[in-house]
């Protein structure tokens, strides 16, 4: 099947600071992908998507961005705050929206 | 704002049994999903649901499970006789239609298989 990895399991950071979570994957089918955060106890939460025809993408304090080229997706969380401490996962979607590989999580922790 | 409910928080159960656990989507979707996440591991597909009937499933969605809407509200997955690897959280979510991608999750059920 897909394998959507993460390079780094922990990021710490100082609030304020600019987060990077890079995530690469395998399948070079995907044509859609998500970011999603999960605070502890919590279920995933929606932050950002992006389709394949794009390669970056921006929200609220946050930019996705897609290199189609080495397979790699990046989550750029600016000025980032305590309350963006969790665990980021990346997942991949292929074709349609029925079923979905997520990778095994970079925890942020934001330091005061 | 709308969200994605799911009963019990946690179930605790014996190896062999059955379990029932129930989710209640945002009332005007028509896609649903279950997904389990073990512990300190990563979010992994179980099935995805429309129109009542399965669309997609991944391996990990044997026999031993199957999923329901049995009303206009509740989405359930059951595992027919429990096994202690099953031991995980369980995710339900729902999106609205072809034209959103965005799914959303429910807090999960947190099952513990002794």
Redesign the interface.
Known sequence: ?ESVGLHLPTLSVQEGDNSIINCAYSNSASD?F?W?K?ES??????II?IRSNMDKRQGQRVTVLLNKTVKHLSLQIAATQPGDSAVY?C?ENKD??????????TKLNVKP | EPE?TQTPSHQVTQMGQEVILRCVPISNHL?FYW?RQILG?????LV?F?NNEI??K??IFDDQFSVERPDGSNFTLKIRSTKLEDSAMY?C?S?SGPST????????TRLTVL
């Open positions: 099947g859609y998500i999603y999960q106890g919590k279920g995933p939460q929606f998507d996962f997942a349609n929206f029925n079923k979905f590989y997520f990778g095994s999580g | 994605v896609y997904y591991q990563k979010v992994e597909f995805s429309y669309s997609e991944s391996e995710f979510a999106r991608d965005t799914q959303y999750f429910g807090p999960g």
